[in-house]
């Protein structure tokens, strides 16, 4: 069975940092993308990040470019979201995801909170 464990979430202040984890299980997760999502209250999940099988190719949405950073370790099934310079804004339920045979996202985590304090 396919699992996507997120951990890493938390309470901080604007202008601090925290490191997302996604440990995943119940295949080969190398073989495919993985990304982040989140959801803020009241409002509808969003893209935040995604990488590639290989952990070469990365794509964000424009408001964390250049304060996120999403990576991959192949080896231990895990990837992970560093989030830099957090803004308020930044508050949200933020879901690992993990796509399928046809580049779909297919796989979810449970989530983890984030809340930055302004």
């Known amino acids: 069975q396919v699992q996507l464990v997120e951990s890493g979430g938390g309470l901080v202040q604007a202008g601090d940092s925290l490191r997302l984890s996604c440990a995943a299980s119940?295949?080969?997760?190398?073989?495919?993308?993985m990304g982040w999502f989140r959801r803020a209250p009241g409002k509808e999940r969003e893209f935040v990040a995604r990488i590639d099988w290989s952990g070469v190719r990365t794509f964000y949405r424009d408001s964390v470019k250049g304060r996120f950073t999403i990576s991959r370790d192949n080896a231990k099934n895990m990837v992970y979201l560093q989030m830099n310079r957090l803004k308020p804004e930044d508050t949200a339920v933020y879901y690992c995801a993990a796509t399928g045979v046809n580049d779909d996202w297919v796989y979810w985590g449970q989530g983890t909170q984030v809340t930055v304090s302004s």
């Open positions: 119940g295949r080969t997760f190398s073989r495919y993308a």
